[in-house]
């Protein structure tokens, strides 16, 4: 009688779990495009910008979604910084995370943490390392606006002689549609 009587409560509140998650348009869509800003050291001697696009999903309650994304990202090496260090490479990168999204206006701004793998590849060497971003980001309506601040942990060969963390500032543009 009692495990009936839990298998009760827990499908009504299942049910009315169901019944919100619609009501308040919790799972998400998101794209982005972006330009990256090296911020570090020989990274940014050797690339000044790079470009990309990401795309995602976000599941939640109420103002705290996680979220999923994947990427691409591509910096082309200066030639300058060629001239100097001829087996430097142009850079790839397919970065591939996780992580929490918390509104904290009215579900307009937000900030945001994510971190995961990204899979790095300067046309001689691929190579899969640790990544991760933090920002913050502005939604007006399904325009999806955000700065984030992050770094990939590697060290290829062949385009910078730096140490592991290489930080680069995100500026992003896209959209997101509430399901």
Request: charged content about 20%; aromatic content about 12%; proline content about 2%.
């Amino acid at each position: 009688m009692k495990s009936k009587l839990t298998l009760l409560f827990l499908s009504a509140g299942l049910c009315l779990a169901a019944t919100n998650l619609k009501a308040q348009r919790l799972f998400f869509i998101f794209g982005h495009l972006q330009y990256n800003s090296p911020s570090g050291g020989n990274f940014r001697d050797a690339y000044k910008f790079g470009l990309g696009a990401e795309a995602g999903a976000g599941l939640g309650w109420g103002r705290t979604f996680l979220t999923g994304t994947i990427g691409y990202d591509r910096y082309k090496v200066e030639d300058a910084y060629k001239a100097k260090r001829p087996e430097a490479r142009d850079l790839s990168l397919t970065p591939v995370k996780l992580g929490i999204r918390q509104y904290i206006l009215a579900k307009k701004i937000y900030l945001k943490a994510d971190g995961g793998v990204a899979f790095a590849n300067n046309n001689d060497q691929k190579k899969s390392c640790a990544t991760w971003d933090a920002g913050v980001g502005l939604k007006l309506g399904i325009l999806d606006l955000g700065v984030d601040y992050g770094a990939t942990n590697f060290a290829l060969s062949g385009f910078t002689n730096t140490s592991q963390n290489i930080p680069a500032f995100q500026f992003k543009a896209g959209l997101a549609f509430g399901l």
